[in-house]
């Protein structure tokens, strides 16, 4: 299944997009629209990053999955923006931010994210991240600690194999990566872009477990039961940072921020604002 040229085994992290059935199981559409007058483009880092910020109060960044853009968040944005500065922004290569280059990597866009708060003057805020923005999250606490007050991190992997992944999906993946490669030499400046996008969950992220060491910042990990992520993979992401909390959430694929939106929003807003406490875990 293929749209647009981008590979089938990204939709179901591409829901900002199409429906879809799938092993994640029917996920809910999202339109993708922008607010100019709550939108900015900031020169960072060698190309223009676009962002929206709403609300105010203590800084909130939110960070979407590969594929997709800012609207991920549309169910989101309108709890949270009611007592955090919500800020926004289509990660590098995707949506409005158009990226130049012809790499991509994660360590990449988590200084980007960086980057980007430095020049909206923002010293340092809470993170929360779906999907490969939950990978951006854990590298910004790593690569930035300073600039992560607290960090929740939704449908992240460590690692682009069958342990990472579920084996059906990396399997879907090999199958798109297999059909990319009959299409090259690309020429396109879209196909390009796509190409790129792909390579990048085909081929990242791969971070050693005992690097999640260096994440000192409390930090929430999700998963859904039924996610593309391997349950035990998330526990061990869990399990290998020090301050952590723990959220396997029932009845829940990929995209948990959508389809228990309430549950999902209210759990995280209780981290970011609550002492942490070791040692608890949670189940919806």
Known sequence: MTQRGVPGFLFCMLIAFVPVLSGCGRLRVLTNSY????????????????????GRGKPLLMIHGNGGDLSAFANNIAYFSKKYKVILADSRAHGRSA???????????????????TAMHVPAAYVLGWSDG???????????PEKVLKLASSG?????????????????????????????????????????VFMLDYAQPDIPVKELGRIKCPALIIGGDNDLIP?????????????????????????????????????VDEFFHKPFKPHRRHRL
Do not use: C
């Open 35 to 54: 607010n100019d007058a709550a939108g900015k483009y900031y020169e960072i880092r060698g190309f223009r990053m676009y962002a929206e910020v709403y």
């Open 99 to 117: 990226d130049p280059s012809d790499s991509l990597s994660f360590e990449m866009m988590a200084d980007d994210y960086s980057a980007l708060l």
């Open 134 to 144: 939950g990978i951006i999250a854990l590298e910004m606490a790593m690569r930035h």
């Open 156 to 196: 992240a992997n460590l690692s682009a194999d069958s342990i990472g992944l579920r084996p059906d999906v990396w399997l879907d993946g090999v199958k798109d990566y297999n059909t990319w490669q009959k299409r090259t030499p690309l020429t396109g400046e879209k196909e390009k872009n796509d190409y790129k």
């Open 231 to 267: 349950v035990a993979h998330t526990r061990q992401i869990a399990g290998s940072i020090s301050k952590s909390e723990l959220w396997i959430v029932p009845n829940s694929g990929h995209a948990t921020l959508m389809d228990h939106s309430r549950s999902f929003n209210k759990r």
